[in-house]
């Protein structure tokens, strides 16, 4: 199950904008106490920030890379003042972001990564293929919300639409984003229906490229999911380079906590999972075993940078799946950071 499929089932249009995924697993890993500074670098609608101000007289520094999510965020910045504070910035931004505030070491940071519901359900952001909207998918679409400053503005730079991808990338680049980004068996097929049908009108929407794909696939037997699912995952992968910025927002992570510190990363496909528990393994100073048919053997590299609190992902509870779908394929990974002095070189 994709987070692409998950996220379509969201709660938001009818329920609460955004309902946190796996909050008390996230509290008990970062176990908030008063006085310390914790990052959120995924705010979203706050759930995170506002679980852990409430818990105990600490600080919060968070980050998003989507304007609308940090202007929805100020009154939350009021309510807690002066102990939240946002920023509109990419997470892998986040070491200049707390060095420039002299914050670091810091006590934890959480990152709860993908699309929040508020975004899945604006059909202008373009990242759903249940509702009409302008083929876009950039999380940093600059909003019609305005008051960003010129600093803010300049850290966010917009690349490619998902509609620049579509109607400008050649077929094979198109198969192999589909393939890569969104494990699509069939993102030869898709690629060339999509190169075939631009000739005519390039796509503008998003229920335009999910019947393109439809077309293609079919609507398979038996299986819930729409047959677009994992080209919009890939296109949103892609056009956010979200695997780039999760890979440096955990070096960038390494360097800012303190020893002791906790690292708490929910991922929702596996991917994102995957780049988490690699990063996580091999800077506990482990490195799997050379054969995946084999039980992992792990050899002892060098100095661990974390230890691993929980070799096996946390997964939602039954009772949270029954009240935010959603949250099917969340995995939590949690670690905890040693003395080790960070190493800028990791990747
Ligand atoms: C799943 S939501 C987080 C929800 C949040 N935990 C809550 O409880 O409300 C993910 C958020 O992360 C933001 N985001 C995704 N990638 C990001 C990045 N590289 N840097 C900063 N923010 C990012 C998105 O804009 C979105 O608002």
Redesign the pocket.
Known sequence: MTAAADSEATPGRHGPP?I??L?SEVLEALKPTDGATYI??????????SALLDAARCDVLA????PS?VQAGQTRVTHYTPRLSLVL????DMSDVVAERGLAPVDGVVF?????S??LDQAERGFSFAQDGPLDMR?FAPAKTGGLDAEDSGRLERGPSAADVVNTFDETELANILYDFGEERRSRAIAKAVVQRRLDKPFKTTLDLASVVGRVLGQRGGDQKHPATRTFQALRIFV?D?LG??RH?LVAAEQVLKPGGRLAVVSFHSLEDRIVKRFLTERAGKTPGPSRHLPMQSIQLSEPYFRIVNPRPLTPSKGELDVNPRARSARLRIAERTNTPANLAAS
Do not use: C, K
């Open positions: 955004h946190p995924v909050l959120d670098a995924t705010f979203g609608a706050g759930g995170y920030s980050l998003d890379r989507d999510a910035a990419p997470f892998s709860d990564l993908g699309v929040s508020m975004q999380m956010n979200e910025e999760l927002g």
